[in-house]
């Protein structure tokens, strides 16, 4: 009931091509959905977020895609560079006393130049 | 602006000894504080969570604890590391206002012996 799922665990681009990471949710009473990037050694930053009353958010060449019906939400990234290549997680948190985020297990991306 | 601290920033422990990790947030009162746990390749695992001085609530039974002694201070402890204590430990923080947005310190690399 609080899993997020996401796929793939790796992958592998072209630079100035899309990337396109998918993660599936299970507990309807979460209500906030963030992206991270962790570059190696480093920790998390927070990327982008959004609610399930949108169904699209868009900052720059990230876009998050929302589907609350099918429980899903992905992270497009557009024009796809190196200095993108790290790992991304998604996470999913609910309204409480203090917003714990459950996370994805994470993908790495690496971007050719 | 706000700013997180974690120290050490690396730290090699033999089995059986004590742990003691600091995290200290900057520019902001009365934050939530959170540790976590990343296991190598592995998404983050939330381990604590504060939301006051002496607050606290744990999320996965181990032989660790936290203690938050001041309004900006969050400690992760342990009295015996075992090897599975391992991986590198992150401390975020959220905000009154913008609550659901967690932000991560630089995390502490732990390595047990």
């Known amino acids: 009931q609080q899993q997020v799922k996401q796929s793939p665990q790796s992958l592998i681009v072209q630079k100035g091509g899309i990337s396109i990471i998918n993660c599936a949710y299970e507990n309807t009473a979460f209500d906030y959905f963030p992206w991270y990037q962790q570059f190696p050694g480093k920790g998390p930053a927070l990327l982008i977020a959004?609610?399930?009353?949108?169904s699209e958010k868009k900052e720059g060449r990230f876009t998050i895609s929302f589907n609350k019906s099918a429980k899903q939400f992905s992270l497009h990234i557009m024009d796809s560079q190196p200095g993108d290549s790290a790992t991304y997680f998604c996470?999913?948190?609910?309204?409480?006393?203090?917003?714990?985020?459950?996370f994805g297990s994470g993908t790495q991306l690496t971007v050719l130049p | 602006s706000q700013t997180i601290h974690q120290w050490p920033a690396t730290l090699v422990q033999p089995v059986g000894s004590p742990l003691s990790l600091e995290c200290t947030v900057e520019?902001?009162?009365?934050?939530?504080l959170y540790w976590y746990r990343q296991a190598a390749g592995r998404g983050l695992q939330l381990l604590f969570y504060?939301?006051?001085?002496?607050?606290i609530s744990s999320e996965v039974p181990q032989n660790l604890s936290a203690s938050r002694p001041q309004d900006r201070q969050f400690i992760l402890s342990s009295k015996k590391l075992l090897l599975s204590d391992s991986g590198f430990y992150l401390c975020?923080?959220?905000?009154?206002?913008?609550?659901?947005?967690?932000?991560f310190g630089p995390g502490t690399r732990l390595t047990v012996t």
């Open positions: 504060s939301i006051g001085i002496d607050q």
């Open positions: 996470a999913a948190s609910r309204l409480g006393s203090a917003r714990q985020l459950t």
């Open positions: 975020a923080w959220s905000g009154l206002v913008l609550f659901d947005e967690q932000y």
């Open positions: 520019g902001t009162s009365n934050p939530n």
């Open positions: 959004i609610r399930p009353d949108v």
